[in-house]
């Protein structure tokens, strides 16, 4: 239990010493012990066949298949947002490695926020457009001439607005 329940301090710490992030042993170590952000999801949807469940978290622990390309194309991200592993201190069993830690100041007030930069994979040399107009489950959509997350099955436009923050 020493190992998940960590001081405010010890999780700055953290933080700052796995920067590297995969390339760190200390964000393996402390990963180890936790849940990460993308199973969070998994986990508490599930209802049944928790051994396939299992599994599958195991399997995507030893390989990612787009692992590759994506740390490739994460180095913009990375190298000028850099980020180490986070840990909430009221949820230290969940962890997440964002590409970057966010910070915005507007009127004397901090609002806090987290970089996370996807790959998209198509065409060699497909557009925005191209990507949009062409698969309905694209993630992005046109928005008053701008990009923006396209909202959820059920959820509202206004919502997904406020959610992505009109990404681009």
């Given amino acids: 239990m020493e190992h998940i329940y960590l001081t ?12 590297g992030q995969a390339s760190s042993n200390a964000w393996h170590e402390a990963r ?8 969070v999801h998994l986990i508490s949807t599930r209802k049944q066949d928790f051994e396939s469940l299992t599994q599958t978290i195991i399997d995507q622990r030893e ?7 994506a740390v ?10 850099p980020c180490g592993l986070v840990i909430d201190s ?3 069993h969940i962890c997440c490695s964002p590409d970057a830690l966010l ?16 790959c998209v994979f198509g065409e060699l040399n497909a557009t925005w457009d191209d990507l949009i107009f062409t698969s309905e ?3 992005l959509e046109q928005y008053h001439g701008r990009l923006r997350l396209r909202p959820s ?16």
């Fill in 8 to 19: 405010t301090g010890e999780i700055s710490t953290l933080e700052e010493n796995t920067i």
């Fill in 32 to 39: 180890q012990y936790r849940i990460s952000s993308t199973n």
């Fill in 63 to 69: 390989k990612n298949l787009h692992s590759n390309f």
């Fill in 72 to 81: 490739r194309h994460d180095e913009i991200c990375s190298t000028t947002y």
């Fill in 90 to 92: 009221t949820a230290p």
């Fill in 103 to 118: 910070i915005e100041t507007s009127n004397n007030n901090k609002s806090y926020g987290i970089l996370e930069c996807k």
């Fill in 137 to 139: 489950n694209f993630c």
């Fill in 153 to 168: 099955k059920g959820e509202s436009a206004e919502t997904s607005a406020v959610k992505s923050h009109e990404v681009l």
